[in-house]
T-cell receptor, first 115, second 112 residues
Framework: EAGVAQSPRYKIIEKRQSVAFWCNPISGHATLYWYQQILGQGPKLLIQFQNNGVVDDSQLPKDRFSAERLKGVDSTLKIQPAKLEDSAVYLC?????????????FGSGTQLSVL | AQTVTQSQPEMSVQEAETVTLSCTYD???????LFWYKQPPSRQMILVIR??????QNATENRFSVNFQKAAKSFSLKISDSQLGDTAMYFC?????????FGAGTRLTVKP
């Protein structure tokens, strides 16, 4: 079974530039999560999708962050414009009721450096 | 809102010895799940062990076991016979329905 795929693995940009991250969850997983993990901290939930609908985006800085999950499969997280404090690892995870909805499968993340 | 606290930023243990990582959480919920995840330098979050709050019996997975104290809202991880490959960040996590929150993590170093 293929795991959660994320790309790119690394990204370096200058502040005020735009960046996008891509995530392809495990096939059949209805729930998709984006987490932000700042160095030295635990992952913080940014947004959660159930199929193509948003379940929770209360911690997403909506003035600069956006995410979509068209067709309820893969997802894109965008930052526009980026700030220095956005430097972090962005983790994508997915889960499915069939596999124990309480178990999340994580991708390897995208490490973003904003200079 | 649920919060998860890991009070030990760093810990170290000698190879083959036992170490315990602490975690406390705050919730008003009665039914929930607790997890320990391992994150090596590869950044991959690896599930170590899971505990359902409605189960009184502590979960065990090979060398990993937990001490779940529901009334005290405590969920510690014990690693027995520590191995060099156990060196990683360890995160405690709380989950209600499908909302998962993480602690700040404990960096564990296993010394040869």
């Amino acid at each position: 079974e293929a795991g959660v795929a994320q790309s790119p693995r690394y990204k370096i940009i200058e502040k005020r530039q735009s960046v996008a991250f891509w995530c392809n969850p495990i096939s059949g997983h209805a729930t998709l999560y984006w987490y932000q993990q700042i160095l030295g901290q635990g992952p913080k939930l940014l947004i959660q999708f159930q199929n193509n609908g948003v379940v929770d985006d209360s911690q997403l800085p909506k003035d600069r962050f956006s995410a979509e999950r068209l067709k309820g499969v893969d997802s894109t997280l965008k930052i526009q414009p980026a700030k220095l404090e956005d430097s972090a690892v962005y983790l994508c995870a997915s889960s499915s009721p069939g596999q124990g909805h309480e178990k999340l499968f994580f991708g390897s993340g995208t490490q973003l450096s904003v200079l | 809102a649920q919060t998860v606290t890991q009070s030990q930023p760093e810990m170290s243990v000698q190879e083959a010895e036992t170490v315990t990582l602490s975690c406390t959480y705050d919730t008003s919920e009665n039914n929930y799940y607790l997890f320990w995840y391992k994150q090596p330098p590869s950044r991959q979050m690896i599930l170590v062990i899971r505990q359902e709050a409605y189960k009184q019996q502590n979960a065990t997975e090979n060398r990993f076991s937990v001490n779940f104290q529901k009334a005290a809202k405590s969920f510690s991880l014990k690693i027995s016979d520590s191995q060099l490959g156990d060196t990683a960040m360890y995160f405690c996590a709380f989950m209600k329905v499908d909302d998962m929150r993480f602690g700040a993590g404990t960096r564990l170093t296993v010394k040869p």
